[in-house]
């Protein structure tokens, strides 16, 4: 048998009548799998790594640029944010403006307020005939122009009883959680219900049910039932009407914060917003 040795220093399969290559390739498979796979995962691994080095980098590159005490646009300053200074040009106090850092410099002019917001509202004068009264004061012990009208029981409608007091009647409509709150005046002689809510979606419902509490006719907290509703801020900006259920709102980064209605109708304010 001769042997041929070719210029790759192989043992040629012609001269042993075997394919040599495939069988050591066939034999070393299983390790070149494992080495492909190996080879896979450092991959992998290097490209996390470079992924983690330019998250590094950037929040390095953040840190420095930004939150650094060296830095001129260091965001721990005032001086990184917008500065807008508002300058009222004809005050009058029925208006004050804010802007925020949205807000557009420039000059802006309210026309006109119509009206401002207003919350539901109902009260009574001189309904006590009395001097002095308290909170502890009960609804039989009140000196009233019109007299409470007692039930057979004692009652008034479904709530307040003869022995019931001052305090305790408004606490009870005022913890009731309908939105209403009570109160009574020793200046005024009387009382009154507002609505928690201002804008003319508020809205105060009165319905007597038993006794002149509340009756139309001769009401003993001189309130009468009915429907009373508040009614929306109206006023005129940049030519705009504006309608708002509230006195303080805001456009275009400058928040408004209506206070009172100008004596009159053509009273206009003019601001200027400077950065």
């Known amino acids: 048998m001769s042997l041929t040795i070719n210029n790759s220093t192989r043992i040629s399969g012609l001269a042993s009548g075997l394919e040599t290559d495939t069988i050591v390739e066939g034999l070393l498979a299983q390790y070149q799998q494992k080495l492909d796979k190996q080879s896979q995962t ?4 290097e490209w996390t790594a470079e992924a983690y080095r330019g998250v590094n980098t950037l ?5 420095e640029q930004y939150l650094s005490a060296l830095s001129s646009t260091n965001m721990m300053t005032g001086a990184a944010y917008s500065d807008f200074k508002v300058n009222m040009l004809t005050a009058n106090g029925a208006v004050s403006i804010a802007a925020s850092p949205y807000a557009i410099a420039g000059e802006y002019t309210i026309e006109s307020i119509e009206q401002l917001a207003a919350a539901a509202n109902i009260e009574s004068k001189e309904v006590f005939a009395g001097v002095k ?5 009960t609804l039989a012990g ?3 122009a019109n007299k409470f009208e007692f039930d057979e029981n004692g009652e008034i409608s479904f709530t307040f009883g003869k022995d019931t007091t001052i305090a305790e009647m408004m606490r009870q409509v005022n913890n009731a959680g309908v939105g209403v709150t009570m109160r009574f005046s020793s200046l005024k002689k009387g009382f009154s219900l507002t609505a928690d ?4 979606q508020s809205k105060i419902k009165i319905v007597n049910l038993k006794g002149n509490a509340f009756s139309t ?3 003993a907290l001189g309130i009468a039932e009915g429907v009373y509703k508040g009614q929306d801020a109206i006023c005129t900006i940049e030519g705009m009407t504006v309608t708002q259920s509230a006195n303080s709102f805001s456009f275009d980064g400058i928040t408004y914060s209506l206070t ?3 004596r009159t109708a053509s009273s206009s304010s ?3 917003t400077t950065s």
């Open 270 to 272: 003019s601001t200027r």
């Open 260 to 262: 009172k209605k100008p």
């Open 42 to 45: 450092t991959t992998k691994l």
């Open 133 to 137: 009264y308290s909170g502890e004061t």
């Open 217 to 219: 006719d001769d009401s």
């Open 142 to 144: 009140l000196e009233l």
């Open 59 to 63: 929040i390095k590159n953040f840190r």
């Open 197 to 200: 809510k201002t804008g003319s």
